[in-house]
């Protein structure tokens, strides 16, 4: 048996608000803004509603920083000033229900479609992608504008960013030493394929009030990345307390490691047994029961990200907060029920380029 009884306690943070519960909305890309990056009122819908339902942190989906880093269609934007507008609307919406807010900070890097980047950039060229090597002034310039996107966030009232290093996007594959070929101080050894990272974050602590909320996501797995380095980042992290909280990403929180030297224990277990002071730790992937997520809870974790079950139920914590034995509706579900969950037209069909969830003679 399980205890989920600490699912509903109060997480303090080091800096900014604390969250009312332990679950945090995961991120996600949901092609619903314009297509210059401005907030619409369908994502402004779908974000409330979950702050509304519970959502101890309400995390936006990954936002460009840099128009040569847009990954989607009408993705959100931070990377210019016109957008900040739409983020204060969305940040004063998130806070009315009650939930710390957090904006994701992204650049796709080489993953850019080419519909939207004509020619992606990365650490490195890239015959896989056609994308070519960032010189050293861009890589101080995506650097730079990370930062000011991060002071955008603050401007716009958001209680923090989240730094998105996850999923082979232009932070991991810096840190990959299969993408980056670099041979100047981003290159090479760890230290350096992790310096853009560390001086994102050092710039935005720099940069922001003393009290804004930074927070790291990464996942340690797949795009060459060795769990074992990604490990050290995140111990030296953890160490200095210059994040507040840490978001592994790992698709399934319960799995063990691909690697096979690493199999025998849980990949969340090579996080959780780091020394982490004051910082938070949390994790995603296949959390959907109550159960589920006191299981990660009492491995270690200070609190769940929820992603496919809150898109399914927005108030995921008020129901499982009252009932513990509570289910998400099973896969696939209705347009109509999506539609009455707040999600818009756009997400809808993006949901049906995930296999399984959208279905149209489903049960709901
Ligand atoms: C539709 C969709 C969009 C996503 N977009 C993002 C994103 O913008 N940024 C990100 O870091 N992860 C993104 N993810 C990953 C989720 O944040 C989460 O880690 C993943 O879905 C696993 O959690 P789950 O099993 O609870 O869904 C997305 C996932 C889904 C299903």
Same mark, same amino acid.
């Given at each position: ?91 004063? *919406?998130? &806070? ?6 957090? /904006? @994701? #900070? ?5 993953? =850019?479609?080419?519909? +939207? ?97 930074? *927070?790291? &996501? ?6 060459? /990345? @060795? #769990? ?5 980042? =995140?111990?030296?992290? +953890? ?126």
């Amino acid at each position: 048996m399980t205890n989920t009884h600490s699912l509903g306690e109060p997480l303090s943070m080091k800096r900014g608000p604390a969250l009312r519960n332990r679950f945090m909305l995961a991120p996600m890309t949901n092609l619903q803004s314009g297509d210059d990056g401005r907030l619409s009122d369908d994502e402004y819908r779908w974000l409330t509603m979950r702050a509304e339902g519970g959502f101890g942190l309400t995390m936006t989906c990954a936002a460009h920083v840099q128009a040569n880093g847009q990954g989607f269609p009408r993705q959100l934007g931070a990377g210019e000033d016109m957008h900040v507008a739409g983020l204060a609307r969305l940040a004063r *919406g998130i &806070r009315e229900f009650g939930s710390v807010s957090s /904006l @994701q #900070l992204h650049h796709a890097g080489n993953r =850019a479609p080419r519909d +939207l980047v004509p020619q992606p950039v990365g650490p490195s060229d890239d015959a896989e992608t056609g994308a070519r090597a960032l010189t050293l002034d861009e890589v101080e310039q995506l650097r730079d504008d990370f930062i000011a996107a991060a002071r955008r966030a603050q401007a716009a009232g958001f209680d923090g960013v989240e730094v998105h290093g996850a999923h082979g996007y232009v932070i991991a594959q810096f840190l990959s030493p299969e993408v980056n070929r670099r041979e100047d101080r981003y290159g090479g050894s760890l230290e350096n394929r992790a310096r853009l990272l560390f001086e994102i974050i050092d710039g935005i602590r720099a940069e922001c009030r003393p009290d804004f909320q930074v *927070g790291l &996501r990464l996942s340690p797995e797949r795009f060459g /990345l @060795q #769990l074992g380095e990604i490990r050290e980042v =995140a111990a030296q992290l +953890l160490r200095q307390e210059a994040i507040d909280y840490l978001d592994l990403s790992l698709w399934n929180a319960f799995k063990e490691p691909e690697e096979e030297a690493c199999q025998g224990r849980s990949l969340l277990s090579y996080f959780t047994d780091l020394p982490r002071g004051a910082v938070r730790l949390g994790a995603a992937g296949k959390i959907s029961t109550a159960s589920d997520a006191a299981r990660i809870l009492e491995a270690g974790c200070d609190f769940v990200l929820i992603g496919r079950a809150a898109i399914l139920c927005h108030d995921f914590p008020n129901r499982v907060l009252r009932n513990s034995d509570f289910q998400p509706p099973a896969l696939p579900v209705s347009e109509q029920y999506l539609a009455a969950e707040g999600l818009g037209p756009h997400y809808v069909n993006y949901l049906r380029t995930w296999p399984g969830f959208v279905g149209d003679s489903a049960p709901i």
